[in-house]
């Protein structure tokens, strides 16, 4: 199962991307490697910066129209080709080319008796940990793998037995007694009214995104942790997925890297500022979110002090519980 599969499934009927939508950054983004190559330091590696050009293109017709695209052994995906960290221009290029390709994905809400899945991996102590949840769409309903044993006699607890819970809808309680909390249908309600212009999205964010503010925190700073926290969502909107990458463009210090890998191993593109000196949230040194190269799917976050270390497995919308997408 991979992520790549699962979004050609949702968007199948989705649009091909635009052609002049897509032409601008892709220029500018060949545009930008190619004087990036000129550098005698780099000398050797124009035929690589060719071909991820190639990838991308290719990627934003797979994951919009379903089309499986084959790349060339020495693509970004292949085993030679290490990390590359991009320019500050070219970094700003490659994110509005993800814009450009996310946005023409279908925005259809799940219905409301449909479940959001979700494997996720988190690490401990380099320990990977999973684990599988589902939830109903009209928040009524919520499943888990492993079951969490409960209080008192676990003697008969089988953690591998899928455990389902049913119970009224709280959307309406939480608003009426101002819980900054909102279920998975509330938030993405929430992020489809937001503009795709990244200076007012983030300003809608900040006022009711209601993380917190951190006395002696800058705006990039606080502006990366929200994104950071957005990017946790199951699901989220076309028109949101691209205001989070023109938003990660105008960060300070954001840089795009290929060729990397995820905290499963998977090849994925990663998008990181770093921290020097400790920020009035506490985060210090190399932040990092990872992407699928071709659908630029979220596949997980570092961070370099061992605090957050996750990765998305799988997710999709399904059925019932227990089911995969």
């Known amino acids: 199962m991979n992520e790549l599969s699962e979004i050609r499934g949702l968007r199948a009927d989705a649009p091909l991307p635009d052609t002049d939508r897509l032409t601008v950054p892709r220029a500018r983004l060949t545009a930008a490697f190619r004087q990036e190559t000129r550098s005698p330091a780099r000398a050797s590696l124009p035929r690589r910066r060719t071909i991820l050009v190639g990838a991308a293109t290719a990627g934003a017709l797979a994951v919009t129209a379903g089309i499986v695209a084959t790349l060339p ?20 290029d490659a994110l509005e080319l993800a ?16 479940w959001v899945y979700e494997k996720s991996t988190v690490f401990f102590q380099g320990k990977p940990q999973s684990s599988e949840e589902w939830t109903r769409w009209d928040g009524t309903g919520h499943a888990r793998l ?30 009426k007694q101002g819980y900054d909390d909102r279920s998975q249908r509330q938030f993405y309600r ?42 946790r969502s199951v699901l989220i909107p076309p028109n949101a997925q691209a205001g989070l990458f023109r ?31 400790r920020t009035a949230a506490g985060w210090q040194g ?6 699928d190269p071709d659908s630029y799917a979220y596949l997980g976050q570092t961070r370099d002090d061992g605090l957050m270390v996750s990765a998305r497995a799988a997710w999709g919308v399904v059925d019932k519980p227990g089911a995969h997408a």
Do not use: C
Not at 286 to 291: P, S
């Open 73 to 92: 052994e020495d693509s970004t995906h292949g085993p030679a080709q290490g990390p590359t960290l991009l320019s500050a221009g070219a970094s700003a």
């Open 99 to 114: 814009a450009a390709t996310v946005e023409k994905h279908d925005g259809t809400e799940p219905g409301p008796k449909q």
């Open 146 to 175: 492993p079951g969490i044993p409960p209080a008192g006699d676990i003697s008969d607890f089988d953690p591998d037995k899928l455990q389902v819970w049913y119970g009224p809808n709280q959307e309406e309680k939480w608003r």
């Open 190 to 231: 929430f992020l489809a009214t937001l503009p795709t212009d990244p200076d007012r999205m983030m300003k809608r964010i900040r006022e009711e995104h209601a993380i917190g503010s951190i006395e002696g925190e800058t705006r990039a700073e606080r502006d990366w942790r929200e994104i950071d926290v957005l990017y």
């Open 247 to 277: 938003a990660l463009a105008k960060i300070p210090g954001a840089r795009v890297t290929t060729g990397v890998k995820d905290p499963l191993g998977r090849a994925a593109i990663g998008v990181s500022v770093t921290y020097t000196d």
């Open 286 to 291: 190399k932040q990092e979110i990872f992407f």
